[in-house]
């Protein structure tokens, strides 16, 4: 076994795409290995990549296969051969198809009896007459949606190839791809280093571009941009925001990272700081420094792709291209601030919302009724909740949301904050209301947290009800991957802030509520009755949502067995379902919960079974049988002992006292026939399990723990 080295190098490779390239380039060339039976140690390999290479770089890999044995059947005797002994066509032609005389063939035996059979063995395949066609496959199984091509080839791929290293111990394995054929040069960084990088063997592979001014590893080029950025950034005077996703996009456009520092004038920190952040980070992919309060300072750190012999020159440049975008922010803010954020929202009246959902005001005036209704339902400031509602989406009619949409809600944050028309407001007060218009938006991507403030967890519960609501109502609900009003996100943040904020809402109510003020005239499809489309879409609606809880539980690690559980009793508030699931994951790893699920599910289907009405309680006076006296004594204490803890939602205490059922429930099955002869009796004992199963699935279904 010899060490593996496959490089593939290209112009510049799409940056956001580049991962995942070498990713699954990597993992093609190991799938080809194992499909092949060939023999290797990956060891801690991982893929390796930068914005003009992808590689393989494998410890260990076996010289060639092993040997290939292979097994086929042929006829059985009684057809193989004739009375008197001798071979029938369909032996000969068995045996011409492999390649042998009749008489060499082998028998084996099988349930049908004795057949003949085939067997051979040859020597594996040399791994270098092989990996030609592992490459290749995996470069085909890469997913590359809009190949290039150049020349005049019929071939394609990411971006142009221009040259490929296959080197297997000491040895360059003969191989051609996209035009190209192996050797054992690589290239070095494009302007510090250009000449050929000559490989020996595999290992020389991450020193030797190193020296070439390349860094192969991207978790050692990443870990190098941070600690130039950190210590730029600290030369400075402060600490660097480094944004994860901008790291990545970095570290995907560089092959040897070197910081400079650089700097803007003082006077662009008037402007709200995102807008600033947004420039150096999207724009730019530069990286902000924050001072020792954690305020946006007036430095910021660049990585350029090369160690300049003039960096001063590199740092103008720098700095001169994020200039006009701040001062086009500087310009837009200050316009802004002369009109007022209460003056903005004369224009949403213009502002198509959706066709069928009228205007952007026609969209507030439906949220700030919604947001006052839940106010009061959760015991949030009315008033400072409707303000809030009011001036919501006065900010997408602002110059500085018009050139960074990103900001909707931030903007309206920081103009809150500064428009005379709310002068009036206490402080604590002002800040509550240009905290809910920013918050109203959160969370605003995966992971992201929910509103802090009540006032943005009532806005932003009551932005996503009538979002998802008026997508319903208009005939939008996502098919596919097509998801135009991003519902499915809404209603996770939505879930998700009910939840996570513990407010115990009748979401089923207010989903109406959202659904009837949503309703386009033109969909009323039942004349005789028009509020039957309400309710199927209010109903479509709340299915809507727990199927985005289903993910949002799996994430947690909920089994989905649990999460059926609670589902199947559809719970009219979502943090009530989140308390109920809580406690069936503890009801679940009891001993009693396996036979107690098993036994509610063979109860639901008695009951099921039964024929005419069963009583709606039952007699002791017809029960004979100890065990079901016992059960029935059992049920009476359960529910007496439970019903308090239902009602306070203590859903742990009361599946607690469920558990200590399984003995009389065990006894009853096992000693108790339900379909007795005496209709009367049947009755009763039917009766007795309906009133078990009402409360051993008063929490959830636990049957489905037995699913």
Known sequence: MHPLLIELGTEELPVKALPGLAQAFFDGVIAGLEKRGIAFDRGDAKPLYTPRRLAVLLPLVADEQPEQRSEVLGPYLNIALDADGQPTRALQGFAAKAGVEWSALEKTT?????????????????????????????????????????????????????????????DVVEAELLGVRSDRMSRGHRFMHDKPVWFSVPGDYIEFLRGAKVL?????????????VEAAAKAAGGSARIDAGILEEVNGL???????????????????????????????????????????SEHFVGIANIESNDEA???????????????????????????????????????????????????????????????????????????????????????????????????????????????????????????AIDEAYRPRFGGDDIALSPAGKVLAIAERLDTLAGGFAAGLKPTGNKDPFALRRNALGLARTVIESGFDLDINAFISSAVGINAPVDRVEDPS?????????????????????????????????????VAELKPKSLYDFDRRIDAIGIFAALQEAEALAAANKRINNILRKAEGEIPAGFDLELMSEPA??????????????????????????ALRHLARLRPQVDAFFDNVMVNADDPAVRGNRLALLKRLSERLGSVAAIEQLAI
């Open 529 to 565: 009755d028009p509020h039957a489309h309400l309710e199927q879409s209010a109903k479509e609606l709340y299915d809507f949502i727990l199927d985005r809880l289903r993910g949002y539980y799996a994430d947690k690690g909920v089994p989905v067995q649990h999460f059926n559980a």
């Open 313 to 435: 020159e590199v740092r103008k440049g720098y700095e001169r291209v994020i200039r006009p975008r701040f001062a086009d922010a500087q310009f837009f803010f200050v316009e802004d601030m002369k009109q007022g954020l209460a003056a903005m929202g004369e224009g949403l009246k213009t502002v198509t919302y959706q066709a069928k959902l009228g205007t952007l005001a026609d969209k507030v005036a439906r949220v700030t009724a919604l947001a006052e209704a839940i106010a009061e339902q959760v015991g949030a400031d009315k008033k400072l909740v409707r303000l809030a509602a009011q001036l919501s989406k006065n900010d997408l009619q602002s110059r500085m949301v018009g050139e960074f949409p990103e900001l909707q809600g931030i903007a309206g944050r920081h103009y809150a904050m500064q428009d005379v028309s709310l002068d009036d407001l206490p402080h604590d007060d002002r800040v509550a209301v240009a905290d």
């Open 628 to 653: 079901e006296l016992a059960l029935a004594e059992a049920v009476e204490a359960v529910h007496a002992e439970t019903g308090h803890a239902l009602a306070h939602g203590d859903y742990v205490e």
């Open 216 to 228: 192969a590893d991207p978790d050692e080029r990443r870990a190098r941009v941070v600690a130039e």
């Open 254 to 296: 560089t092959e040897w990272p070197v910081a400079v520092r650089c700097s803007f004038e003082p006077e662009f920190l008037a402007v709200p700081a995102e807008a600033l952040v947004a420039t150096m980070e999207t724009n730019q992919k530069f990286f902000p420094v924050l001072d020792s309060d954690g305020r946006l």
């Open 110 to 170: 099988d349930n049908k009896g004795e057949r003949f059979v085939h067997r051979s063995v040859k020597p594996g395949a040399r791994s270098a007459d092989l990996l030609p066609e592992i490459i290749r496959e995996a470069v085909a199984a890469m997913p590359i949606p809009k190949p290039m091509r150049w020349g005049a080839h019929e071939y394609g791929f990411a971006r142009p190839v221009h040259w490929l290293v296959v080197l297997h111990g000491k």
